[in-house]
């Protein structure tokens, strides 16, 4: 055995330890040189290749770890610069997902069940430790460590979800629309994939007293809570400034307010695309806000629709042009956000695009409208599969003047 002060500790077993195909990498935090050699000769015993590290403090402890990452710590609970549970809680803070199996003096043993009860995955009293015994509890105790981050992270991942789906009901507005509308309305939201974050992309549609329907799509930059929150505020507050009667560059100034108030962030960003639909007319207007342009659906065609633009909110615009268009007879508006189009295009590294999203539409032109916009998405995640799928959330929404 070389000396104290980190150095390594040459145990030569032979053999496999039980869930491990590389020896087992042990730290012993131990101030007595003694009982170190006692730990060493019943890892020499025991039936395993470990290798064991050894240092006499928490503070040496510290160093070890900044380039040494054991599978389990032996940690004698009196220390020079740490004593009982206060030495455990000093261990566990250099590395909270490493095992401790805590080393107690005859006299000591209600200080080992204090220490599980702190945290450590088990505790031995020295001079009762048989070297199976010492294998078992080094095998248990890296188990049970690695259950219990395994339940942390699934307790995590639970309530992550529940957020996320309490965002994207938010971000997804229950439509408020009047009888009989005079539009048909087809509209899809596809989170990302399951590993990635919640982003902030937003839809909603009303219908004011005078029966214009107001249709809006909207995408926050960035993915993750305050993105996606930020997204509901920028939705709801749509809604009211549109049944407020704001319309144009005074609603669009409103909302950029909003953004500014509402933002975790400088520099966050987010584009906007508001269509309004006149009443029993196949003219619309549009405004946008640095978003992404439309595709126009009709029997058989599909084309691009990108009407002049402002800023994107947040990035200081003060003018938004409102562009008066009319839908030609039979034709349908798609509105989307950019994550439809951002994945790979199935050929190399090369992305979808606006032109390869245009060109994939037309391939399913002939369907009818929920069809068409099903397609649309599906063929998308298809192309980016090889890549891990799309990585953004999705907002579809098609509208149509409905038949009378």
């Given amino acids: 055995m070389v000396g104290p002060h980190g150095a390594e500790l040459a145990v030569g077993a032979e053999i496999a330890v039980a869930s491990h195909m590389k020896p087992l990498s042990l730290l012993l935090v131990e101030d007595d040189r003694g009982d170190a050699l006692l730990v060493e000769e ?5 039936v395993g290749d470990i290798r064991l590290v050894w240092a006499e403090s928490v503070a040496a402890a510290q160093r070890e770890l900044a380039h040494f990452r054991p599978d389990c710590v032996l940690l004698d609970l009196n220390l020079p610069d740490a004593n009982g549970i206060a030495a455990l809680d000093d261990v566990a803070k250099l590395d909270a997902t490493l095992p401790i199996v805590v080393l107690t003096g005859l006299n000591d043993e209600h200080f080992g069940m204090s220490a599980v009860a702190s945290g450590a995955q088990d505790y031995l009293i020295k001079g009762r430790v048989e070297p199976e015994v010492l294998r078992r509890a080094l095998l248990y105790a890296i188990e049970r460590k690695r259950a219990e981050l395994t339940a942390v992270e699934l307790h995590a991942s639970e309530l992550r979800a529940k957020e996320n789906a309490r965002l994207e009901r938010g971000l997804l507005a229950t439509p408020l629309l009047l009888e009989n509308p005079g539009v048909d309305i087809v509209a899809r939201y596809r989170s990302s994939r399951e590993d990635a974050l919640l982003g902030g992309d937003f839809y909603d549609f009303i219908q004011t007293p005078d029966r214009t329907v107001h249709v809006v799509v909207g995408d926050v930059a960035g993915h993750g809570p305050d993105e996606a929150a930020l997204g509901v505020a920028l939705r709801i507050g749509w809604r009211a400034l549109t049944f407020a009667g704001l319309r144009g560059n005074e609603r669009m100034r409103e909302l950029e307010r909003l953004l500014r108030a509402e933002s975790s962030s400088v520099g ?14 196949l003219r619309f207007t549009a405004i946008r806000a640095g978003h992404p342009g439309m595709l126009v659906h009709g029997p058989d065609t599909v084309d691009w629709l990108e009407p002049p633009s402002g800023r994107a909110l947040g990035l200081s615009g003060t003018d938004w042009p409102l562009n008066e268009l009319e839908l030609p007879e039979g034709h349908a508006i798609v509105l989307l956000t950019d994550g439809l189009f951002e994945g790979h295009s199935g050929r190399g590294n090369e992305r979808l695009g606006e032109d390869g999203l245009l060109e994939l539409a037309r391939s399913f032109a002939s369907l009818p409208g929920p069809e068409f916009v099903d397609a649309l998405i599906a063929s998308a995640e298809r192309r980016a599969q090889a890549w891990g799928g799309l990585t953004d959330d999705i907002a579809v929404v098609r509208v149509e003047r409905a038949a009378r």
């Fill in 42 to 46: 019943l890892i020499a015993d025991a």
């Fill in 268 to 281: 966050t960003f987010a584009t906007v695309l508001s269509l309004a639909f006149a009443p029993d007319s």
